[in-house]
């Protein structure tokens, strides 16, 4: 009976001991991507503040720009067709003077009468290099814009021309006028003057 017993409580913990061997294990759990409906977020640079003026530093002026070529046109044309004008004759474009209460494209200006002049054939203009060394024999630098009437004819007259072509921008700054005065060089007597408001 003993044995009995005994072979029971074996058969009872061999039975249990199974039991706990054949235990299932725990399915791994798998790393999944969680599922997003949203768009990725990306991360924009603020916008960048317009730069301002330092305090204090005054902003250089705004050159309005003008149609020099198109202002000037119409005043060579009268000058051409005035009485005591020599075709062929030896021209000298001074400086241009600026009268105006503002800042003007003064290199512009001259740059355009010469550039109209040039088309019209009409007069020789002083060539750079014989300009160049009648500034030298008076003894006037090269960055001399020869804007006074008195400088122009001495240089007029060093480089043998025979007219000198005096030009000024008068009035406003943003609505000027163009003056021009072609002289005769030997007897600075004036042959013709003209003027008209600037072009935009």
């Not at 060394?133 to 008076?138: D, I, K, P």
Request: aromatic share 4%.
């Amino acid at each position: 009976m003993r044995l009995t017993r005994l072979t029971g409580l074996l058969s009872l913990s061999l039975l249990l001991s199974g039991c706990i061997v054949q235990q299932q294990k725990p399915a791994p759990i798998e790393a999944t991507q969680p599922t997003s409906t949203q768009p990725p977020v990306t991360v924009s640079q603020p916008p960048q503040p317009a730069q301002q003026p330092l305090p204090g530093v005054p902003q250089p002026p705004k050159l309005q720009t003008f149609d020099w070529n198109g202002s000037v046109q119409p005043l060579i044309a009268q000058m051409l067709n005035a009485d005591g004008v020599t075709p062929g004759s030896v021209l000298l474009v001074a400086g241009t003077r600026n009268n105006t209460n503002g800042s003007i494209q003064l290199a512009s200006v001259r740059d355009s009468v010469i550039n109209v002049l040039s088309t019209q054939h009409q007069f020789r203009l002083v060539p750079p290099e014989q300009l160049q060394a009648a500034r030298q024999s008076l003894g006037l630098s090269s960055t001399d814009s020869l804007i006074t009437r008195s400088k122009a004819i001495g240089i007029a007259r060093a480089a043998n021309a025979q007219y000198v072509l005096y030009t000024s921008v008068n009035g406003d700054a943003k609505s000027p006028t163009l003056d021009m005065l072609l002289m005769l060089v030997q007897s600075g007597e004036m042959v013709w003057s003209g003027n008209s408001v600037v072009q935009n």
